[in-house]
Nanobody, 120 residues
Framework: QVHLVESGGGLVQFGGSLRLTCTAS????????MTWHRQVPGKERDMVAR????????DYADSVKGRFTISRDNPKNTMYLQMNNLKPEDTGVYYC?????????????WGQGTQVTVSS
């Protein structure tokens, strides 16, 4: 059975740091494009960071460049998002996603999300 489980969210002050973890089970995540998305109430789920298969290239939303770092540990079937210098606008529910190149933008596997709240 396929699962993606996010952890590491919480409440942090402006300028603080958090590290999110996404643990995959039931499939080999190294063969998937892995992404982190953020959603706030009333808005669409937006991509924050992406890492391609086997830990290759990465890319980021402009709003987080230089502050967030995505990485993966393929033997552990795990992906991370290191978030530094957090701002209130980073607040939202963070979801991890695993998809293949043939999946639609909203396809693939999704986790249940973890809440990140940044206080000013």
């Amino acid at each position: 059975q396929v699962h993606l489980v996010e952890s590491g969210g919480g409440l942090v002050q402006f300028g603080g740091s958090l590290r999110l973890t996404c643990t995959a089970s039931g499939f080999d995540a190294s063969r998937y494009i892995m992404t982190w998305h953020r959603q706030v109430p009333g808005k669409e789920r937006d991509m924050v960071a992406r890492i391609v298969m086997f830990g290759g290239g990465t890319d980021y939303a402009d709003s987080v460049k230089g502050r967030f770092t995505i990485s993966r540990d393929n033997p552990k079937n795990t992906m991370y998002l290191q978030m530094n210098n957090l701002k209130p606008e980073d607040t939202g529910v963070y979801y991890c996603n695993a998809k293949t190149v043939s999946d639609s933008p909203t396809g693939g596997y999704w986790g249940q999300g973890t809440q990140v709240t940044v206080s000013s």
